[in-house]
């Protein structure tokens, strides 16, 4: 690598929009690659490391994990496209789960705070009581709401 073009970890980090213990971060989960050290020790990346920062920062932006950017990053590099669209259904599939889940827990958590009249003592209140339920019973409840909200959703996109 050229020194002249390099630049140490302070200027990588501002040209890509991280922080400095962000970019250390990547360097040891592997995303980005071992720079060479100066004489001093000092880091020294390569321009090109920038776009490696703004990818990685882009796909974390769309909620892949560490591994599948790291698959990403890969199959950039010389992969199928096939590869890369069954990496992000899957991702899709995972981000569809969890909405349905925020979506049951959100219509739990409604049916609560319109059952609870907000007045009086704790003794009684709807909330605490769910709270203190046994988790099996919770989870019956949490179960009958997602299969709700999944049946509202399909009905609204048919």
């Given at each position: 690598?050229?020194?002249?073009?390099?630049?140490?970890?302070?200027?990588?980090?501002?040209a890509a929009g991280v922080g400095i213990d962000t970019v250390r971060f990547y360097e040891r989960s592997g995303?980005?690659?071992?720079?060479?050290?100066?004489?001093?020790g000092y880091r020294l990346y390569a321009p090109s490391e920038i776009d490696?920062?703004?990818?990685?920062?882009?796909?974390?932006?769309?909620?892949?994990?560490?591994?599948?950017?790291?698959?990403?990053?890969?199959?950039?590099?010389?992969?199928?496209?096939?590869?890369?669209?069954?990496?992000?259904?899957?991702?899709?599939a995972e981000i569809d789960l969890r909405i349905a889940d925020l979506i049951a827990m959100r219509d739990s958590l409604a049916t609560l705070v319109k059952d609870c009249d907000g007045h009086g003592s704790v003794a009684g209140c709807p909330i605490i009581e769910s709270v203190l339920e046994p988790a099996a019973s919770?989870?019956?409840k949490r179960s009958t709401a997602a299969s709700g909200a999944t049946g509202k959703r399909q009905r609204t996109q048919s």
């Open positions: 690598m050229n020194t002249s073009t390099s630049m140490t970890i302070g200027k990588l980090a501002q995303l980005l690659r071992k720079p060479l050290r100066s004489l001093s490696r920062l703004r990818f990685i920062r882009r796909a974390k932006a769309l909620g892949f994990t560490l591994e599948q950017i790291a698959e990403l990053l890969s199959l950039s590099h010389g992969g199928d496209r096939a590869d890369v669209k069954a990496l992000a259904s899957g991702r899709l919770c989870a019956a």
